[in-house]
Structures are given as structure tokens and as C-alpha cells.
T-cell receptor, first 115, second 113 residues
């Protein structure tokens, strides 16, 4: 198992464009999480899935953000009409879901720059 | 989630022990104490967690105060690869656990050769 992978690793886009990121969790991990991290800050929770069900969304997840996990495996995070304030590192994590306070394993992140 | 307080930065010398403190005076009875670290240009990685008793694993030790209002992450022999931001996080073992990790700003550890 190679761990959590994210694609792309870097994305530069112009303001107003749509972008989509992909996360592949560790195989057989039931839970998948998205976080956002800006420079000098700790990661901030965006949303999480238990299998294909999106169970929790942060207030940070505005209407321009949408996340899916269609078959309970990989997930996508789409940002529509990007703004400069969306520039950040987007981190994905997965966990087994077998324990309540289970360990989350993070991917390397996708760094988004909005010009 | 209950709040944690950590120093912004700490320095250590290579091969010396490092004690990273965390205060969590509002911790509840079901909160686990988790530590993650984030190396430069990487996602966070799990280090250790505990509830009441001190814990040891291959990466570190976690010493938890008797009243649970503070804890200390101990790296027994710091290496240059331990230079990272260390986050102390409380996680509830209740129905909503298994969801978010609430990160603070963490402690930036610098290891000098």
C-alpha cells in the first residue's frame, strides 16, 4: 500500500476558473477527509465521508465547493469560480473507521494558486 | 473541540531529548490526546495518542499529567528529520468522533546539528 495519494500536486489557475482535485485513500479505508491549509496555519477541516455518504461539512465549505465520493473509494473536491482567497494547500486524509478516534493518514496535498 | 495551547517554537540539538508541552485545561473525560506532526512540504502524520496513562511507541513517548490538563510529547533523541510542526489535538471518543481533527498552530521544532 502506497498510502494516500492526491492529484495534481500543484495547480495554478486564473480567478473564475473551476478546478477539481482527486484523492485516493488507503484501500479499504471507510473514512475520507478533506482539509485546507493556508501558510503558517494548521489544517482546517472541510468535510468528511463515511463510505460514499458525506456526513459532515464545515462552514468553510461555501456553495462554490463540492465534494463527492461516488463509490466509497476515491474522492473529488471541486471549486467553482475560484477566488484568490482559495489559494491554499488542500489535504486529503483517510482512516479505517474501525475505531472511534482512529488515526488519520494524510496525503501530500494539492497546492492551489489562484492568480 | 476543547482548546489546546502550545509554544509557537522550540529548539533542540541533535541527539538530545526534546520535551514538547501542551496545555488543555478544559479537557473532558472522553477526550483523547493526539499528537500529529507535519514535516516541511508534507501532509501531517500521526505520532502518538493517549487517554490517561503514559504511552510509548517507536516514534515518541506521551506523558499525561495526573489531572489530564497538560501533556508532554517526548522525543528521546532528536534527529534532523524530526524538525517539523508538532500539533497537540484533543479528540472526543463520543458519537461524533472519527470526524474532524481540529489543528491549532502547533509548535515549530528546530533541530540544530
Amino acid at each position: 500500500d502506497t498510502g494516500v495519494s492526491q492529484d495534481p500536486r500543484h495547480k495554478i489557475t486564473k480567478r473564475g476558473q473551476n478546478v477539481t482535485f482527486r484523492c485516493d485513500p488507503i484501500s479499504e479505508h471507510n473514512r475520507l477527509y478533506w482539509y485546507r491549509q493556508t501558510l503558517g496555519q494548521g489544517p482546517e477541516f472541510l468535510t468528511y465521508f463515511q463510505n460514499e455518504a458525506q456526513l459532515e461539512k464545515s462552514r468553510l465549505l461555501s456553495d462554490r465547493f463540492s465534494a463527492e465520493r461516488p463509490k466509497g473509494s476515491f474522492s473529488t473536491l471541486e471549486i467553482q469560480r475560484t477566488e484568490q482567497g482559495d489559494s491554499a494547500m488542500y489535504l486529503c486524509a483517510s482512516s479505517s473507521g474501525h475505531l472511534r478516534a482512529d488515526t488519520q493518514y494524510f496525503g501530500p496535498g494539492t497546492r492551489l494558486t489562484v492568480l | 473541540d476543547a482548546k489546546t495551547t502550545q509554544p509557537n517554537s522550540m529548539e533542540s540539538n541533535e541527539e538530545e531529548p526534546v520535551h514538547l508541552p501542551c496545555n488543555h485545561s478544559t479537557i473532558s473525560g472522553t477526550d483523547y490526546i493526539h499528537w500529529y506532526r507535519q514535516l516541511p512540504s508534507q501532509g501531517p502524520e500521526y505520532v502518538i495518542h493517549g487517554l490517561t496513562s503514559n504511552v510509548n511507541n517507536r516514534m515518541a513517548s506521551l506523558a499525561i499529567a495526573e489531572d489530564r490538563k497538560s501533556s508532554t510529547l517526548i522525543l528521546h533523541r532528536a534527529t534532523l528529520r524530526d524538525a517539523a510542526v508538532y500539533y497537540c489535538i484533543l479528540r472526543d471518543d463520543g458519537e461524533t468522533s472519527g470526524s474532524r481533527l481540529t489543528f491549532g498552530e502547533g509548535t515549530q521544532l528546530t533541530v540544530n546539528p
